[in-house]
């Protein structure tokens, strides 16, 4: 009955082979449950994790009802990125391109002269005021419908400038799974962004899972009339609401009616978003995107005309909100390109 | 083995009862499977069913995806009772009697004066404006918690003058079918009414089923401020929006971002919503509840200053509307009292 060496080293590898196999499926089982698998291990992670437990733990202290998960989110900086120039800037800038046969003044007009001669320097003298001017001439003078199918064809079509992919490939997929797991754990998730309500909504709910109802952004005034009969809405030349800094709680309110207990930003035009979200009992999360990964995408953050994140970074130290460095805690920056 | 007279008598009694006991079962499935008990079998009815049959058949030339079931009511004199004037101006006069202590100069202010003496004459001659000065004063000056606690103890404790019942009872028990059987049915329910939005939003959910983010309605102007550290949402004396008429199909696309396939309403105030939900191609239901039950509610149209309905009733004869009698369409008017 006694085994001899051979048969219990066979034995032994056998164990071992078994054990072995035993961890891979743990560990595979694991990976699996890992809602998060493009976030490194780290601080960030497990705060998002833990946060996400606490509010949906029934018998625990910070239990939170569904009804109440309401998850915003910012878009340029924090979902999809925003350099050199956001884009939705790009795309008026190739819109006033496109229109300029049927505007010859622009020829001599500035902030359009600069845009025709891609001058640079006179775009950047022209100032907020240039680019209002621009962002109104191609963004009004439609039907809402028009409009749609215009930025439709232009986003279907267009490419940044440094990394050659259609902008809705330039999103975040660490953003993206912690979007699905903030749903899956019966979030229901908003973006609350300072670019347009309509240049997001022909394509959030296919990129990011958020439908159009869900998406609050900066609103040109429109006009309701009968066109031969037809109802339309029509774009006036003329800025509704500015969905920044300051407006972005005033928005949440005005849209959604409840107060988040989850945000997430990524520059001092979120501080206020951050401060309603989390400014108040109960368990909150404030997180913020720390653009600092030159090589996988651009790093920027106290000085950068856009997307400057100064005071919102202050805040975070004395608020306790999480501040997720984009070079340490993401494994991925942007999602496998689509063949 | 013949059976006698007593038996064979026995025994028909018992196929009588099995029979009766067989259509009664049947009689209550059918009961059962009707989404909409309290609507009298007729024309509305019909179309209604007909209509959602024709959206949700997948197979069908009017199949409409569930994602764009959308589906608008306005709320005063549509969901809730109007008549003898709208609930949030019953709420505006006693928001000004309890606020009055504070404010002795109304007492020889108007319209503040009428109120206080309760002179209706003096309250009409005070017009639009007189009325925008009581709301301005009524529902400015304190954060959006304040305001909303306010409503929830105004709505708690206020009872209708002719149903002495309180206002969340006074909705239409037809009506709360009606919105069941289109969620039930896929489709997703917004509140667009003139009244406004944060008057709505504290009762809605328990009320209509339909939550705060899904409430559109008129707004007045808010900030965002630090008040000792603390973030709060303070209400300015300005309107911000008014979400009636013209301005409906305008709120749709700004808060909503789709087009609905259906919309309900009662006035001309929603004229413009039932032109746009139905104005374009695609199967879309219209409808207007119209007020011709002076027994069991109140019989207004043409002629009324509140829920005035001529124009949009013109309108339903051309456009192919449902026009909904209360009198002959709905079995019952209020849900049963709670007790």
């Not at 196999?21 to 994790?49: E, F, M, R, T, Y």
């Not at 569904?66 to 924090?78: K, Q, V, Y």
């Not at 159009?212 to 006009?223: D, H, R």
């Not at 951050?274 to 368990?283: A, E, K």
Request: charged share 25%; glycine share 8%.
């Amino acid at each position: 009955m006694e085994k001899n060496v051979i048969e219990r080293l066979i034995e032994r590898i056998g164990y071992t082979v078994a054990i072995l196999g035993l961890c891979a499926a743990a560990w595979s089982v694991q990976a699996a449950d890992d809602p998060l698998p493009s976030w490194n291990d780290g601080a960030a992670k497990s705060a998002i994790v833990d946060f996400v437990d606490a509010v949906s733990s029934e018998d625990g202290a910070d239990y939170v009802a569904p009804a109440d998960r309401i998850a915003t989110f910012d878009n340029d900086g924090t979902l999809w990125v925003e350099q050199p120039y956001y884009t939705q800037l790009a795309f008026a800038l190739d819109r006033i391109r496109a229109l300029a046969p049927e505007h010859p003044e622009w020829r001599a007009q500035q902030p359009f002269k600069a845009v025709l001669d891609n001058d640079v320097e006179a775009l950047k003298a022209s100032g907020i005021k240039g680019v209002m001017k621009l962002v109104i001439a191609s963004h009004a003078g439609m039907t809402t419908a028009e409009f749609e199918t215009i930025v439709e064809d232009w986003i279907a079509s267009s490419e940044h400038p440094k990394f050659a992919r259609p902008y809705t490939e330039l999103v975040y997929q660490p953003m993206l799974e912690l979007l699905a797991y903030l749903r899956d754990s019966g979030f229901k998730t908003f973006i609350v962004s300072g670019g347009g309500a309509e240049f997001m909504r022909p394509w959030t709910e296919q990129v990011y899972g958020i439908p159009p109802e869900q998406v609050v952004g900066s609103t040109i005034a429109t006009e309701f009339a009968l066109q031969d009969g037809v109802p339309v809405l029509r774009r006036r030349p003329e800025m509704d609401f500015l969905d920044d800094g300051p407006g972005k709680p005033v928005a949440i309110n005005k849209f959604i009616g409840r107060r988040p207990i989850f945000a997430a930003g990524n520059s001092d035009g979120d501080l206020q978003m951050l401060q309603w979200t989390t400014g108040t009992d109960g368990r909150r999360l404030g997180l913020i995107v720390h653009h600092d990964d030159a090589e996988r995408e651009f790093a920027y953050d106290r000085d950068s005309q856009i997307g400057r994140l100064d005071k919102a970074l202050d805040a975070a130290e004395s608020e306790g909100w999480v501040v997720v460095s984009m070079k340490d805690d993401w494994q991925t920056v942007f999602p496998e390109a689509a063949r």
